[in-house]
């Protein structure tokens, strides 16, 4: 419980721009996502490439730290990946 309450006072203490580019991504990569939106026929492209921004900045927020910073660089080429292929 106490990792969590670390990670949420890290998380408010953010700048405003990172704050809602990290929450506008990850409902919008949920929402497209659901099976309500799966008879739109961009809906899972839109998903997938939510989901790359949304791990693009979590690379770029832990750009200092050059292992996590890579695994985030990876998700977010193989979701681009995805939606090109």
Known sequence: MKKISLFLNGFWREPLWFKSLILVSL???IVFSS???SDLQYSEPIAKLS???FFGIFAYKFR???KVSGA???LSVLCIGIVVF
Do not use: D, H, T, Y
């Open 64 to 66: 200092m730290n050059r």
């Open 35 to 37: 099976f309500l939106m």
């Open 51 to 53: 989901a790359a921004l």
């Open 72 to 74: 985030f660089i990876l």
């Open 27 to 29: 409902i919008l990569s």
